[in-house]
């Protein structure tokens, strides 16, 4: 299985605040590659795939990047909305796994 | 519009048998993959599996293979995860969501999430 891990597995910020979050693969995945938003007792919600892709309705201060085994997601200005749990998804076979998850919080 | 919608909570004894369900609608249910995804409390997520409902051509993880069963209904537009014999450590939220497509196994619709208890 290819192993994904996240960093860090907390961040605490100020609305206003740029912020990146990093992702790592144990193996290259290529640009196969999602980010998900979770909020407590919802469901996921995509944010980026391939890497660097903007799922539609998502607002352009989220942003991906990356490729082969380092990718990063950031947030160019941290809104109320954004405190949540991120996580990001390797998709280079159907063996699909997760991050453990980046937990925003306010500062 | 493509919705998801899982069956209700449940609370179950260690043991017992439990099959959860996941209707899709707004969409075409036997051309696009289903996964099934596992959140256990205060934890993160765990892919389990994914099937097809098409032709019902199912993938487990490593990890849930021979610990749940995956199957769908191609005539209620329904996707099921059943368990024969559930643990304690079943105790978890349960979220299927649709595959965006064949090779890109990422999801782009989830259902609100079934949680599942089991308690003696």
């Known amino acids: 299985d290819i192993q994904m891990t996240q960093s860090p597995s907390t961040l605490s910020a100020s609305v206003g605040d740029r912020v990146t979050i990093t992702c790592r693969a144990s193996?290259?995945?290529?640009?196969?590659l999602a980010w998900y938003q979770q909020k407590p007792g919802k469901a996921p919600k995509l944010l980026i795939y391939?890497?660097?892709s903007l799922e539609s309705g998502v607002p352009s201060r989220f942003s991906g990047s990356g490729s082969g085994t380092e990718f990063t997601l950031t947030i160019s200005s941290l809104q109320p909305d954004d405190f949540a749990t991120y996580y990001c998804?390797?998709?280079?076979?159907?063996?699909?796994?997760f991050g453990q998850g980046t937990r925003l919080e306010i500062k | 519009e493509v919705q998801l919608v899982q069956s209700g909570a449940e609370v179950k004894k260690p043991g017992e048998s439990l099959k959860i369900s996941c209707k899709g609608s707004g969409y075409s249910f036997t051309s696009y993959w289903i996964g099934w995804v596992r959140q256990m409390p205060g934890k993160g997520l765990e892919w389990m599996g994914i099937i097809y409902p098409g032709d019902s051509d199912t993938r487990y993880s490593p990890s849930f293979q021979g610990q749940v069963t995956i199957s769908a209904d191609k005539s209620t537009s329904t996707a099921y995860l059943q368990w024969s014999s559930l643990k304690a450590s079943d105790t978890a939220m349960y979220f299927c969501?649709?595959?965006?497509?064949?090779?890109?196994?990422?999801?782009?619709?989830w259902g609100q999430g079934t949680l599942v208890t089991v308690s003696s």
């Open positions: 193996q290259s995945v290529s640009r196969w």
């Open positions: 969501a649709r595959v965006v497509g064949p090779t890109m196994y990422y999801f782009d619709y």
């Open positions: 998804q390797q998709y280079k076979t159907y063996s699909i796994t």
């Open positions: 391939k890497a660097s």
